[in-house]
């Protein structure tokens, strides 16, 4: 991978993270968000250190894309190659079995017809 190939992914994997860490939770049913502030409570655990990928859904790779992307200033070029960027995460987590064939089938099948956009 070349030098800023890697920075930009680097730069994504970040950026998802610190979304995920401050509106993931947004999107929890009742269960999860009791487990979530019960660990966040009593380990300091944030968003990603409770949950897997299997967690992350369609809502929250859109708002991740079209807002909080939007908000930090990423441009046009930026949020396309951050959709290219996710999807090779889904990619990945499906081979090492984070994700289902399902959330797979739908999270890049959502990001194949965002990617045409950009």
Not at 96 to 104: D, L, N
């Amino acid at each position: 991978m070349k030098p800023d190939t890697y920075l930009d992914y680097e730069d994504v994997i970040s950026l998802f993270e610190e979304f995920l860490d401050a509106c993931a939770d947004d999107y929890l049913s009742r269960e999860d968000r009791s487990l979530y502030e019960a660990r966040r409570k009593q380990e300091n655990k944030e968003y990603c250190g409770t949950f897997d990928p299997e967690h992350i859904g369609l809502h929250e790779i859109e708002d991740f894309l079209d807002d909080y992307l939007v908000e930090i200033g990423g441009g046009k070029k930026f949020i396309g190659t951050a959709s290219r960027v996710l999807n090779r995460f889904f990619e990945w987590a499906h081979e090492k079995e984070y994700i289902s064939q399902e959330a797979f089938e739908e999270n890049t099948g959502f990001l194949r017809k965002y990617k045409k956009r950009y």
